[in-house]
């Protein structure tokens, strides 16, 4: 990542992208779904939105 700073930054992304990887789910599509949803998804909610609930 070239610093500390660059690790702590690109570390939560690494972690959605593998973790979405690990139950079979396409990274890219399962981070542009999320994405488009999240701005009006109720925080008590967010277990819908984990990757292993996904369906394309």
């Known amino acids: 990542m070239g610093s ?5 930054a690109a570390a939560p992304a690494y972690t959605l992208i593998e973790t979405a990887k690990m139950n079979g789910v396409d990274p890219e599509a399962w981070l542009t779904w999320v994405l ?7 925080v008590n909610r967010i277990h819908e939105l ?5 369906t394309e």
């Open 36 to 42: 488009e949803r999240l701005p009006h998804h109720k």
């Open 50 to 54: 984990m990757p292993w609930v996904w």
């Open 4 to 8: 500390v700073g660059g690790g702590k």
